[in-house]
Each structure stands twice: as structure tokens, then as C-alpha cells.
């Protein structure tokens, strides 16, 4: 059984800057393509983020150039470094498998609050 779990949101200004993490247990993610979701009020869940077992990288139009995702074996964790945050960014952020179809079950996520 599979537990993701994020952290590292919160409340910030727009232009400020938050890094969220993922961590996993009951997998090895690094054989995983894994992605970055958020879901704002009202909204559908979307893919912001993506990076592959060999470390290519995917961005939604929205956030790129302002999203860095990575990932660390090691500590079989996920990242997402966001930087000049708007208040669109507004949303809880979940990690999961970047294939929609494949995904596992989803962590209870982490809020995200743009607001000056």
C-alpha cells in the first residue's frame, strides 16, 4: 500500500516562494514517472508537474518557468519549488503518478495560499 504524503504549503504573498514536498512509503519512487496536481475551489484537479525516472521534466503552460520539480531517491521524496507565486496558484497540491490512469491512492495533500 502506497502513503503520499505532502507538506510544506501555506499561506504567502504573492511573488513569495514555497517549496512542497512528497514523501512516499510502501513504494520506491524512482522508477516512477511522478507529477505534482492541484486543485483549486471549484476546479478540476490538473497536472502542473511532471519528471520522469530519467529526470526529463514537463510543465503546465501556467506555471512554467516559475515551478522546478526534482526528486531525490534516496529519500524516495518529490519536490516542487514554486517561485513568484500568484494568486491563481491558489489551490491544495497533491503528489501522485504523472499518468492519471496509473495513479495511486491520494494523500491528503497540502493548501496553498497566494494572498497579500
Known amino acids: 500500500q502506497v502513503q503520499l504524503v505532502e507538506s510544506g504549503g501555506g499561506l504567502v504573498q504573492p511573488g513569495g516562494s514555497l517549496r512542497l514536498s512528497c514523501a512516499a512509503s510502501?513504494?520506491?519512487?524512482?522508477?516512477?514517472?511522478m507529477g505534482w496536481y492541484r486543485q483549486a475551489p471549484g476546479k478540476q484537479r490538473e497536472l502542473v508537474a511532471s519528471?520522469?525516472?530519467?529526470?526529463?521534466?514537463n510543465y503546465a503552460g501556467s506555471v512554467q518557468g516559475r515551478f522546478t520539480i526534482s526528486r531525490d531517491n534516496a529519500k524516495n521524496t518529490v519536490y516542487l519549488q514554486m517561485n513568484t507565486l500568484k494568486p491563481e496558484d491558489t489551490a491544495v497540491y497533491y503528489c501522485?503518478?504523472?499518468?492519471?490512469?496509473?495513479?495511486?491512492?491520494w494523500g491528503q495533500g497540502t493548501q496553498v495560499t497566494v494572498s497579500a
Open positions: 501522485n503518478r504523472a499518468a492519471i490512469r496509473l495513479v495511486w491512492d
Open positions: 510502501g513504494k520506491i519512487l524512482s522508477t516512477y514517472a
Open positions: 519528471i520522469t525516472s530519467s529526470l526529463s521534466t
